[in-house]
């Protein structure tokens, strides 16, 4: 007699208590609102005759969750991160796959990413060149590890050299005279340490429609620069320089001894940078050059130099030397302005892009040398407009330390470096269902998946039935207040209305209780 306003009562019972978790969870991210079904209970009749029978109250069918979009709202932390449309989060606990639509995540000691409860995202990793690895998701450890420098063996030079331009009025070519080129351009270039050095390359117009290229290295004409440089690698100099650091190191310390030293440094590298210059081509006043700035270093009669370094001396040595500049190549353009290589080809001997332009390292820092650098002029044209530089570009770059992280809609984790840089350190993985109300509940905005789920479609956000990533950003719960109050007052009527219905029921049992 009562089962239906108990059923009622039950019911309105677990109504209320999903509206009440829905409504604590208002401010949960992630958080997905829950919606009790109800079903009519029927005994079942004997001879199936339908229509005579009354029912016996209603039961709950289901705890639908609704897995639709939340808010996205925006957060101070690079690593919240929310997803807009479908998927999940992998993540891992103790070996355990969990999914989720929380996105507050954050580094533990091992700088893996984790969520407030040390679940691990999962995803791809990337090897050290930044190529994110596809595979099995793993936990995202990410390499926060210095940027490598890299050294520049590419380089292109974007110009408009003017056909209206004149040939200099000074030859031949001296880089320290601007009267004897017609354009210079700047860029900066990589050694094997990630030292920054200065490329400079010149532009000479000898003739209508073709232009002799020239190259400095760290504001030296490279030729010039190379016999600088020969005391990098000259035995008796490397000797020299080894015996001074040794008589540097000596204790008691012996000013004497280091004078000589030095002394004998200066005499080695001048007799290398002068054999150099000989080879080079230089004529008998640079050559005198050499020998009045050895002389002015000023050794003393017994050939000792007092208050200068290897480094120094060298300076004032290589400050001295000028040689015939060689150029690096010739560029031919055709009568429409465009570069020309068939004839190019043709030339004598063949001038052929890229042309590989050696430049020397002085002062040494110790990397690999002479730079190779294979220079292009890809888009330089011979137009009647100014001559202006277009753009320079070149593949190398110093060293860099980790600063900040970026994520990208498609879930690349990219580190920026102080160099300028950035790297890919891994790609955030997501997962996705055939029926995601089919999903188990585990409590911290986390589901497990079910046979009535189905297995879980595992993909890179932006793809398929994946949403996108936005950084900086968390869905809110998609729990819609108003809503809910209205729902608690109606489960509340619907409370008091079965409850009203035991009661007449109690009424009429206790009437017929006083017949006699």
Do not use: C
């Amino acid at each position: 007699m009562f089962q239906q306003g108990l059923s009622g009562l039950n019911a309105a019972s677990k109504s209320l208590d999903v509206i009440g978790n829905n409504i604590a969870n208002a401010s949960t991210v992630g958080f997905k609102s829950s919606q009790a079904q109800f079903a009519d209970l029927y005994a079942n009749s004997l001879n199936g005759v339908s229509g005579n029978n009354a029912g016996i109250g209603v039961t709950v069918s289901k705890l639908a969750q609704q897995f639709t979009q939340g808010n996205i709202e925006t957060s101070s932390n690079p690593l919240d991160v929310a997803i807009n449309g479908g998927g999940f989060f992998r993540l891992v606990v103790n070996g355990a796959v969990e999914y989720s639509r929380n996105g507050q995540f954050h580094e533990d000691a091992s700088h893996t990413l984790v969520n407030a409860q040390g679940a691990q995202l999962t995803g791809y990793l990337s090897n050290t060149a930044g190529v994110i690895q596809l595979g099995s998701p793993v936990p995202l450890t990410l390499d926060k590890s210095d940027l490598t420098p890299v050294e520049t063996t590419t380089a292109n030079f974007q110009l408009n050299l003017s056909s209206a331009e004149k040939v200099p009025a000074t030859q031949p070519f001296d880089a320290n005279d601007p009267t004897s080129y017609n354009k210079q351009t700047v860029l900066n270039v990589y050694d094997s340490l990630g030292t920054a050095h200065i490329m400079t390359t010149y532009y000479v117009k000898t003739d209508a429609n073709t232009w002799d290229v020239y190259a400095a290295a760290d504001n030296k004409e490279i030729v010039s620069a190379s016999v600088a440089a020969s005391v990098n690698s000259d035995a008796n100099v490397v000797q020299a320089r080894l015996d001074y650091n040794t008589a540097v190191k000596a204790v008691p310390a012996d000013v004497n001894a280091v004078a000589q030293a030095a002394g004998a440094y200066a005499a080695v590298a001048h007799d290398a940078m002068y054999a150099a210059a000989q080879t080079a081509g230089a004529s008998t006043d640079q050559l005198a050059a050499i020998d009045a700035a050895y002389a002015a270093i000023d050794p003393g009669p017994t050939g000792s130099v007092t208050g200068k370094t290897p480094d120094q001396i060298n300076g004032l040595l290589a400050a001295a030397i000028t040689v015939p500049a060689v150029k690096v190549g010739t560029l031919l353009f055709t009568k429409n302005g465009a570069l020309d290589p068939q004839a190019m080809a043709q030339m004598d001997p063949p001038q052929t892009l890229p042309f590989q332009i050696q430049l020397p390292i002085f002062p040494d820092t110790g990397a690999q040398e002479p730079m190779t650098v294979a220079t292009t002029f890809d888009k330089t044209t011979q137009y009647g407009s100014v001559t202006n530089d277009l753009g320079s570009t070149q593949n190398g770059y110093s060293a860099g330390s980790w600063q900040r992280y970026s994520i990208d809609e498609n879930g690349v984790i990219l580190g920026q470096y102080s160099n300028g840089k950035s790297r890919a350190m891994g790609q955030i993985a997501m997962a996705n269902f055939a029926s995601v109300d089919g999903l188990t509940p585990l409590g911290n905005n986390a589901w497990a998946e079910s046979s009535t789920s189905g297995p879980p479609t595992i993909g890179v956000p932006n793809a398929g039935s994946m949403g996108s990533l936005r950084s900086s950003a968390v869905e809110t719960s998609n729990t819609d207040l108003t809503a809910e109050l209205v729902n608690m007052i109606t489960a509340q009527r619907v409370y008091q209305a079965n409850a009203q219905t035991i009661k007449t029921e109690d009424s009429i049992l206790q009437t017929l209780v006083n017949l006699r």
